[in-house]
């Protein structure tokens, strides 16, 4: 018998930890709570979760900083985290985006819509896992059954979302690909995510791709490509794109 997804919720408002812990327990996963930033990370050395749901304003240390340190971790930087908050703006979602969160759910939120979330993303690291081949594109190789990206022999650290967008570039090579196919080819269909978030994901990527980010090409007023032609890697400066 398969063990049930492992969720570990880090709130430090306990009434709601209570609500969302007797609601996924429903849904079937087994879970594990914290309060504070240090109680959660405590928590994932003694055991892994296969999705953290991360409070923003945390106790000790914050949620974005919790993020950061679980995420610079070779053994951790995989695991999925959905960032929970009541701040709404723009660019607190890009803020918790930018240090590895891979979705981003503002409070207050419809039980169904956090549990239906939470599925989701557990689904898109099945399909990354449970596929059994490895994209090459130049000096780039995306596993798709260990997670693994390399850029020449050195490994890059990429969340999960991180990860779907550049393996998505990757299958459709020289193809552009729009901001709202990059979305469904990704992360799947019914998955909400906004185009200046994809934007904030790709800036990311680029920085981590270092002086290989010429490899991702923005069009202008279109969307992103992959690129393996070398004479084709300038840089973009491409802010209306």
Known sequence: MALAPFILIVDDERDLVELVGYNLRKAGFDIAVAFTGRQALESVGRRAPDLIL???????????????????????????????????????????????????????FSMKVLTARVQALLRRVAR???????????????????????????????????????????????????????IAKAMGAGVTVTERTIDVH???????????????KTIRGVGYRLTNDADDRSSDDVAGA
Not at 74 to 86: E, G, H, R, V
Not at 138 to 165: A, M, Q, R, W
Request: hydrophobic letters at 40%; proline letters at 5%; charged letters at 25%.
């Open 128 to 182: 990354t896992h449970g596929a059994d081949s490895t994209l090459r594109f130049g000096d780039l190789s995306i596993n798709l059954e260990t997670h693994e990206v390399l850029l020449g022999d050195e490994p890059l650290k990429l969340t999960l979302t991180e990860f779907k967008l550049l393996a998505a570039l990757a299958q459709e090579s020289d193809k552009v690909l729009n901001r709202q196919r990059l």
């Open 202 to 216: 790709m800036t990311s990527i680029r920085k981590k791709l270092g002086a290989a980010s010429g490899i991702i």
């Open 54 to 108: 991360l409070d923003v304003m945390l106790p000790e240390l914050s949620g974005t900083e919790v993020a950061s340190r679980i995420r610079s971790n070779p053994q951790t930087a995989s695991i999925p985290i959905i960032m929970l908050t009541a701040k709404s703006e723009e660019v607190d979602q890009i803020v918790g985006l930018t240090v590895g969160a891979d979705d981003y759910i503002p409070k207050p």
